[in-house]
């Protein structure tokens, strides 16, 4: 069945390193939402495209975080460079403009920066 | 801004009594959908039931069903005949649309709801 799939699942690395995340969203789907989750703050949204546009990365660290779609089946998510508070659980969510406006979301990259 | 607010941290029940999650959201907003999402321990975001804001008929959807008072701006869940496998976190979320299209989601801090034997 149609899924979002995210890549890594897991990822360590030390502190100052370039961290990738990768998303690949469900066939058809135009709107793509990348979220961050944190036992303090809980899950906040950081950036989301809507056929392939950057419509709002407000809730996104400017100076260290970067989103991106390349083509209308990824989209990446990079950190540089990776700080210990930016360990969590991402998890990438992708929809249609229209109908249910249901997210679908992926099994989250678990980010540990030492 | 919209926020999310969800009282209860926690809370458990016996296998196969009713429970009810509470929810209460602010926004001056009129066009909006309402969800609650399930997070087990694989971390995976499962979607629950949902309820469009401009209707005024609750959302079922099998053992799980919804009291939305737009009013109070309050959106609880309920769950009946609850079982082990409920055992999750759970998640109040708040989204937007317009002609575009949905907006991210605003989420309360949720509530840890535990199915005990």
């Known amino acids: 069945d149609a899924r979002v799939t995210q890549t890594p699942r897991h990822k360590v690395t030390e502190m100052g390193q370039e961290v990738t995340m990768r998303c690949q969203p469900i066939?058809?789907?135009?709107?793509v939402f990348w979220y961050r989750q944190t036992m303090m703050q809980g899950l906040e949204l950081l950036a989301y495209?809507?056929?392939?546009?950057?419509?709002?990365d407000s809730g996104m660290p400017k100076d260290r975080f970067s989103a991106e779609m390349p083509d209308a089946t990824l989209a990446t998510l990079k950190i540089q460079p990776s700080e210990p508070r930016d360990s969590a659980v991402y998890f990438c969510?992708?929809?249609?403009?229209?109908?249910?406006?249901?997210?679908?979301f992926g099994p989250g990259t678990r980010l540990t920066v030492t | 801004a919209q926020t999310v607010t969800q009282s209860q941290p926690e809370m458990s029940v016996q296998e196969a009594e009713t429970v009810t999650l509470s929810c209460t959201y602010d926004?001056?907003?009129?066009?909006?959908?309402l969800f609650w999402y399930k997070q087990p321990p694989s971390r995976q975001m499962i979607l629950v039931i949902r309820?469009?804001?401009?209707?005024?008929q609750n959302a079922t959807e099998n053992r799980f069903s919804v009291n939305f008072q737009k009013a109070a701006k309050s959106f609880s869940l309920k769950i009946s005949d609850s079982q082990l496998g409920d055992t999750a976190m759970y998640f109040c979320?708040?989204?937007?649309?317009?002609?575009?299209?949905?907006?991210?989601?605003?989420f309360g801090k949720g509530t840890h709801l535990i199915i005990q034997p």
């Open positions: 969510a992708s929809g249609l403009d229209e109908g249910d406006y249901e997210q679908y």
């Open positions: 309820q469009e804001a401009y209707k005024q």
């Open positions: 495209f809507r056929n392939r546009a950057p419509l709002d």
């Open positions: 066939l058809g789907h135009n709107t």
């Open positions: 926004t001056s907003e009129s066009n909006y959908y």
């Open positions: 979320a708040f989204g937007l649309y317009s002609g575009g299209g949905a907006d991210g989601l605003t």
